[in-house]
């Protein structure tokens, strides 16, 4: 594996099927607690607690769940995360603010990934992914019994017949797609904020692959078809459960283009100069900083000289 593709943590899975190491390990880890899904963090870095903190937050919090994320690349630092809730739910006493004082230290990764270093965001990802699968598959698929985690958090086993079901991963393809003027073409979803405009993307249906995902996605929500695919990068999305898997491609005849009215109900072909003055007047809002699609228009917009990604540093909005 080379440096560009080595995660900055080691994920050890070679540590999960010992269980006294994992007790070892807990003991002088750095923690992550998860409270419905939201992370121990600030604005721009995850915060940590230890083991004799959750001891102490127990008379609080219900003993909850640890997940093994990992170790740090020199193996000196593990890292798990606390899934827990309240023993009792706070109340809202009619304050104004009750949300915030709920959740006072937690934070969405919506709210902080595209502030967070690389190695902050790969544990965030790998905590917030695994919580959601944990909290979504409490019950055997074949027999319906109730499971359990174990293997430090990297599996539920059914407490009837032992099956062990392991977190699963949606493949989509998200798409950068472009003509033969450098234009790129985006699109607007109606379940998006208003003015708020990206790039195209979709689940990989049963039998089928990425590069026919691409051209039949493409295809359906914005009315063209590409003639050259390339693949890009990867990102994990663990909103719930999905792996963006990201390519460019070009399209022969952007006159076609036009949304399919559902997913997509606008489109527009932009050039630097009006990306750069729509996103200045805030005629379009891009995806945030978190998002892969968001890396694949700056990339894009910064390939040729006298752009920057200073450009482009408008008002960021996730869906309501």
């Not at 939201?38 to 915060?47: G, I, V």
């Not at 690389?118 to 944990?134: C, I, R, S």
């Not at 797609?177 to 379940?191: C, E, M, Y």
Request: aromatic share 8%; with cysteine; hydrophobic share 35%.
């Amino acid at each position: 594996m080379s440096e560009l593709n080595l995660s900055p943590i080691d994920r050890g899975s070679d540590l999960r099927t010992d269980a006294a190491k994992l007790e070892q390990l807990w003991k002088k880890a750095q923690i992550i607690q998860l409270v419905d899904t939201r992370l121990s963090a600030t604005n721009d870095a995850l915060t940590f607690i230890d083991a004799s903190a959750v001891s102490e937050l127990l008379e609080s919090f219900i003993e909850g769940d640890r997940f093994f994320l990992g170790t740090s690349r020199d193996g000196d630092q593990p890292y798990f995360a606390w899934r827990t809730t309240w023993i009792n739910q706070p109340i809202d006493d009619g304050s104004g603010d009750f949300e915030k004082d709920k959740y006072e230290g937690l934070k969405t990764l919506r709210e902080v990934g595209g502030n967070l270093d690389a190695e902050d965001l790969a544990l965030a990802m790998h905590a917030v992914g695994l919580a959601n699968w944990h909290e979504s598959h409490t019950h055997c698929s074949k027999c319906g019994a109730q499971t359990v985690s174990d293997l430090g958090g990297s599996v539920r086993v059914c407490v009837k017949d032992s099956t062990q079901h392991h977190p699963r991963t949606d493949p989509a393809v998200i798409v950068l797609v472009r003509d033969a003027a450098d234009r790129i073409l985006l699109g607007h979803q109606p379940i998006w904020p208003d003015k708020r405009f990206s790039t195209f993307a979709g689940f990989v249906e049963t039998g089928e692959s990425f590069e026919e995902c691409v051209s039949r996605e493409i295809f359906e929500e914005a009315g063209v078809y590409p003639s050259q695919v390339k693949y890009i990068t990867s990102q994990p999305w663990p909103f719930p459960a999905s792996i963006m898997i990201a390519f460019e491609a070009i399209a022969d005849r952007p006159e076609d283009a036009r949304p399919d009215g559902q997913e997509i109900t606008e489109v527009r072909w932009l050039s630097r100069d009006e990306m750069k003055q729509a996103v200045a007047t805030g005629e379009i809002l891009l995806p945030p900083g978190i998002s892969v699609a968001r890396r694949m228009i700056e990339s894009w917009y910064t390939r040729i000289d006298g752009y920057s990604r200073n450009d482009l540093q408008g008002e960021q909005s996730w869906r309501p």
